[in-house]
Structure formats: structure tokens, C-alpha cells
């Protein structure tokens, strides 16, 4: 078999995770305006001050929609979205409040072991506390007594809003403003869950956070927000995980995530995205326009953002950091695959503002069958930004001849002392590669997905342990097929 | 019986017609010398060996009792050939001593032996290394990458002594070796010498002969072997070019 042909076998392997749960779900008709605003707001019981900051940000969004101001300019292509045509609620129907994980309901708890993500404590990897999210609902939260003792807040963002609402109304919106961006605007208006961090001061959060998305009904968005607070010299490890139904249609995922850190603080925040990619044809899929961007607000802080892309059909978000603390540290490592049709448009933005502010970005591109892959970052090194450094490694990787690879940095220097390094590099995977690894007994499976283990090694190893294990065996899930 | 036994091969590469009827016979504990001019289809004949797939091949191969042709480039490093390769290639974020051991694991499998785990390699690996005068930050460096000429040849022979195949085949080891490299690299070689195995050198020059002595000498021109004979063979060659040897064929037509 020659190597396209087991390039194309690799890629042909299926989506694992594809299943629907069957739940009753409470759900607002589809639509959007400001009676379902006040919907979702009187939903969740939520305080006037919540339902005034939707409201003001629903009006920004209808006003930018009127112009048709969604963004135009990133690598992708797609259909027009009729956002009259969703629903902006979907939660798994319950009764009353839950007490305790046993009050899940019990296809909901299965669906996460079905992913691997056992939700009863017990069972649990020592060390990790999980929040799970169903479509737009946070379902569990466990361990939420042993961070108590530490002083750490870990909730969802529905309960944070009830039990913190000080919190959530100083950070919420500190980041990213509703104004931000037309999907910013759109999540701001409409989200209705997430996970809400807290670490107090001088706290090192005792196990890694991780939360759990999960995309279940039909014709909805999801559209979750998540602020993960790290107070001065607080530490804390944060990881996400997504996965969706096998849908013939193309689902919106809008998601909004702010981080601040205050000085000396440190937050570390690892997504594994395995979203539905499409079928082979480029049928369906999620759309996942998605806003992360965190503040280095204090001196000394530390934002690292590490990401490994596999899922959605098209990929829209830029883990951005703002570096206005002297000394601040801000690091973007990234590997995003795109098979069959899946479209990738992703990078990161680093705007140094503070003196001596440091950023880091690695990124490693593979695109194979007719994937689209493009890299687009930003650094912008500010007036009074004395003594900023920049490094930025951009690499993509080519399997097969059908698929394309797209750079496109950009670089605003307004500080004459700014130090920025730039590299890029571009290969197709060799014959000569594989055929090597193989003369030595290694069958050409393995030895792709070992070229690509190397070849994304400078992130993987940015990921906590377990987390970089599910990625390895991810990638070569979502590469099965594809080389042959 | 012969560990490899090559019966009229032919190779096609882009409808050019590069082995035009290959004959060689190959029993364990031998060494073969197979010498020709540029072009001649030295490394042809061994990647073909190897099961590397951009040729048209007829003709037949049997390694080790088995139909080599049907064979994947995988199964026939399984069943016990090792070529060497002329341009080794890089690895970039695969170390080494990864690399070696999975490729070392791998062929285990294949044979029903458990795979050895990194303490038990090691060991191993550095044992080989030592015999071939490389140094140990080699074992973490990424396969090749950044390695210089010479280095590159002797990781190869590091890997051959690891894997410890029944056939090696050296594709044009000696090129671009300095005169101490290549000493070292015979030494390798000459330490894996021994009954069971045998070993393939492709060459141009008779200088790495002096310190490999081969038993067999065969002189391929043109895509044929046209001459065989003993290390005098090699001398001879040295003295007179292969020209004289390429005007025979053409004149035997």
C-alpha cells in the first residue's frame, strides 16, 4: 500500500464519541430576542445584575448582526448561520435541585462513563476534580468539599452567580467585554452555564480542575462561559475536555473563557478539544468560534494556554494573553490537526503592555486528507512595554497533497528595546520517514503516529500526564486513515 | 540452504530499468562485496531488498526460506534484514534510545520474546554505543537530527548492533567517512561477523575493504552483476576502474 493510500486509511477511522443520549431536555424554543434573554435569565433564577449585562450585550450583538459584522476575515468558509433558527437553552430536565451526585440522572452519569470520565469520586483519578457540563448545564462537580478546605471555589457558573455574585460582577466581562467580538457578544448574552474558579491568596489548588463539555441535543448552541480567578500568588492547573454527538448538521459551540491572575500568581489552563469533526464528506460537525483570552493583571504572573485541536469542523480561537503586570509571563502551545474537510483557524495574541513581560508561542499544524489549517498570531509590544520578549515557533506538518497549511503572523513593535524571535517551518511527512522506521520493524502505523509524536512533542509536553497520553492516542485516532 | 537467494531480478523505477537480471547467491557467515560504478544499481538492489515500495520488481527473492517480494518493509526487518541506509534519515522529537527501543521491541514481538523495558535496554544501548565511540548524550538526541555525517553512518551501525539481524546490508557506509571514522565503523562491522549472519557491503571504493575483507567480491554494471570473484577482485578493480569491466559487457552483446 503506498503512503497515501495509508494516509487515507489512517484518516478514514470513526468518531468514537458519537452517541446521543437519550434525556428529556427542558428547552426554549428556538430563537432569539429579548423575551428569551429574560427567559434564560428567569431559567436560572439568575440576580437583575446578571440579567442586565445579557440584555446590553444581547442589543450589541442585534446591532452587529443587523450590519452583519460576524468576523469575515478568518481562513474559513461555511454557510451563513440563521441564529433565528436555535435554540439558546437545552438543560437535562430535573426535578429540583440536586443534593448529591446520586440525584444525577443515571443517562447522563453513564454517558460520562461512556467517555471515560467517571464522575463518582471513588472511581476518579486521585488528584482531579471534575466539573461536567451537558449541553448547556453543569451536572456535577466533585470533590468540592476537599478544595473547600483549601479555600478554593470550584462551581459551576450557575452557582457561582448565586453564591459569589461579588465575584462573578467584578471579573465577569474584565476580560473579554461583551464588545469584544460578534461571538463574544452572542455568548454574553445567552450562555447558560459553565465553571467558575476561585483560588484565594497564597493558595497552590491541591489537585488539577478539569471540566467536562459534553454537547448532547439537537439545533442548540452551546454557549458556556468560563473565569477562572487566580488571586496573588495563587496556583492553579485547569483542564478541558469536549466532546459531541454525530450529527448530520453543524452545531454552533460559542464559548467564552476569561482567566486573571493576580500578581505572582500562576494559572496553567490545557484543553484536549475533540468536538465532532464531520463525517469523511465534510457532513456536519461543530462550529466552534470560541474566545479564551487571560490577564497577566499582577507583576510576576504566569498565563500558560496549551491546546490540542482534534474535533469541530471548524475551528475559530485565539488563547490570547494579556501581558499588563511587570514581568508577566504569557505562553500559547498549540497542535491542531485537521482531517478530511475540517477547517482550523486558530493562533493566539500576546500583547505585552507591562515592563519585562515575556511571551512564548509554539505551534504545530497538521493537516491531512483536505483539512485546512492556518496559523494566526498577534504580538503587539506596547509603548511602555520596556524590555519585552517575544519567541514564536511555528511549524506545520503536510500528510498527503490534497490538504493546506496557511501562516500568517503578525508583529506590532511600538517599544524599541522589544527582543522577538520568530521561526516557521513547513514539511511534508517522508516517504523516506516512514519507510526508515519501518526498515527497523515498525509497522507504518506506528511510525506515523510516532512522526507526529515527535513532530508535536514540544507541546505535549506542556500537558499534565494523563492528559498528554489521551492526546498522543487521540491524534492517532484522528489521523487513522489518513497515511497509509 | 541459502540465507538469501536472488534469481533474475528485475527493477523498475518510472519505467526505467534499473536491475536487468540480478543473480546472487548469500549463505550465512559470508560477506559480500557488491562494487560498481555510479548509477550501476547498487543501492537499488538494496532498498529493493529492504521492500521499498516506489519499484516494479520481477523476478525472484527468497530470504530466510521466505518469498521476500510478498513481504512488507516491516516483516522482512522482522524476519532479520538490516540495510544500513546511505542517507540515514531524521527524526525530529523521537530520541534515539526511544526509537531503538521500539524498533528493538517491535522485531521481538514478532519472534513471541517479551519486549525489554528501558532499564533493561539501556544497558544494552549504551554497550553498542561505546563499541562504535559514541557518546552518551547521543541516547536523548532526536533520531539523526543535527547529527553529522559520519555520526549519522555510525548510528546506523549502533542500530545494526543492536538489532542483530541474520543479513545486514550496508548501502555505501563508507562515504563520507574520514579515515578514523571509517575504522571505527569496520570495527563495528567486523565485531558482528560470525556464522549465523552475513553480511552485504555496497561500495564504490576498495578503501573500506582493506579493513572489511569481504569473501565474495561481485562487480555490478549496468543493472547486472558481470564479474565475481575474491578480495583480489577488488584490488583489481581499484587498479584498472570499472570501464574495462562496462566495455566486457558491451562487447559479450
Known sequence: ?484 | MSLLEIKNLHATVNSNEILKGVDLRVNPGEVHSIMGPNGSGKSTLAQVLARRESYEVTGSVQFNGKDLLAMKPEEVACDGLFLAFQYPVEIPGISNAYFLRAALNAIRKSRGEDELDAIDFLPLLKEKMRLLEMDEKFLNRPVNEGFSGGEKKRNEIVQMAVLEPKLAVLDETDSGLDIDALKVVAKGVNAMRSKDRAIVLVTHYQRLLDYIVPDFVHVLVNGRIVKSGGPELALELEAKGYKTEAEAVGARR
Not at chain 1, 223 to 235: Q, V
Not at chain 1, 409 to 424: D, G, L, T
Request: aromatic letters at 10%; a negative charge.
Open chain 1, 1 to 484: 500500500m503506498s503512503t497515501v493510500d495509508q494516509i487515507q486509511d489512517l484518516t478514514k477511522q470513526e468518531y468514537k464519541w458519537g452517541f446521543v443520549t437519550a434525556v428529556e431536555e427542558d428547552r426554549l424554543p428556538n430563537g432569539l430576542s429579548e423575551e428569551i434573554i429574560r427567559a434564560i435569565a428567569a431559567k436560572k433564577g439568575e440576580p437583575e445584575f446578571m440579567l442586565e449585562w445579557r440584555l446590553k450585550s444581547y442589543r450589541y450583538w442585534a446591532s452587529q448582526e443587523q450590519k452583519q459584522a460576524e468576523p469575515k476575515w478568518a481562513n474559513v468558509k461555511y454557510p451563513p448561520i440563521d441564529y433565528q433558527a436555535l435554540s439558546y437553552y437545552s438543560a437535562p430536565k430535573k426535578k429540583t435541585e440536586l443534593n448529591s451526585l446520586d440525584e444525577v440522572d443515571p443517562e447522563i452519569l453513564s454517558t460520562y462513563e461512556k467517555l471515560g470520565i467517571p464522575l463518582h469520586e471513588q472511581k476518579l483519578l486521585a488528584g482531579v476534580a471534575v466539573d461536567a457540563v451537558f449541553d448547556s448545564v453543569s451536572v456535577a462537580t466533585t470533590f468540592k468539599e476537599k478544595l473547600k478546605e483549601a479555600g478554593v471555589i470550584f462551581c459551576s457558573f450557575s452557582d457561582a452567580v448565586k453564591e459569589h455574585p461579588e465575584l462573578v460582577k467584578k471579573y465577569l466581562g474584565s476580560v473579554v467585554p461583551y464588545t469584544d467580538n460578534f461571538f463574544a457578544a452572542l455568548n454574553s448574552a445567552v450562555f447558560s452555564d459553565g465553571s467558575f474558579v476561585y483560588v484565594p491568596k497564597g493558595v497552590r489548588c491541591p489537585m488539577e480542575l478539569s471540566t467536562y463539555f459534553r454537547i448532547n441535543a439537537q439545533n442548540t448552541g452551546q454557549f458556556e462561559r468560563t473565569l477562572i480567578i487566580a488571586d496573588e500568588g495563587a496556583y492553579v492547573s485547569y483542564l478541558e475536555g469536549c466532546t459531541a454527538p454525530v450529527r448530520d448538521e453543524n452545531q454552533l459551540h460559542a464559548a467564552v473563557v476569561e482567566l486573571i491572575a493576580h500578581d505572582n500568581a500562576t494559572i496553567k489552563y490545557s484543553t484536549v478539544q475533540n468536538w465532532y469533526p464531520g463525517d469523511k464528506e465534510g457532513k456536519g460537525g461543530i462550529y466552534n468560534f470560541v474566545t479564551k483570552r487571560g490577564k497577566c493583571l499582577g507583576k510576576n504572573s504566569k498565563i500558560s494556554w496549551t491546546q490540542v485541536e482534534t474535533g469541530s469542523a471548524i475551528t475559530w480561537k485565539y488563547p490570547s494573553c494579556i501581558l499588563q503586570g511587570d514581568n508577566s509571563v504569557g505562553e500559547f502551545y498549540s497542535v491542531a490537526l485537521t482531517n478530511n474537510y475540517q477547517q482550523a483557524d486558530t493562533g493566539t495574541k500576546m500583547i505585552h503592555i507591562g515592563k519585562n513581560t515575556k511571551s512564548t508561542v509554539v505551534s504545530k499544524g497538521i493537516s491531512a486528507g483536505h483539512g485546512q489549517n492556518t496559523y494566526r498570531g498577534g504580538v503587539k509590544i506596547l509603548k511602555g512595554a520596556t524590555g519585552a520578549r517575544n519567541y514564536t515557533q511555528c511549524d506545520s506538518l503536510l500528510i498527503g497533497d490534497q490538504c493546506g497549511a496557511h501562516t500568517f503572523p503578525y508583529i506590532e513593535v511600538k517599544n524599541a528595546s522589544a527582543r522577538m524571535e520568530h521561526e516557521a517551518s513547513t514539511s511534508k511527512i517522508g516517504e523516506d520517514q516512514i519507510f526508515y522506521l519501518q526498515q527497523r520493524g515498525i509497522s507504518k502505523e506506528e511510525a506515523v503516529s510516532m512522526i507526529i509524536n515527535g513532530f508535536c512533542k514540544a507541546v505535549f509536553k506542556e500537558l499534565p500526564m494523563e492528559f498528554a497520553v489521551e492526546a498522543q492516542k487521540l491524534l492517532s485516532i484522528s489521523l487513522e486513515g489518513s497515511v497509509g
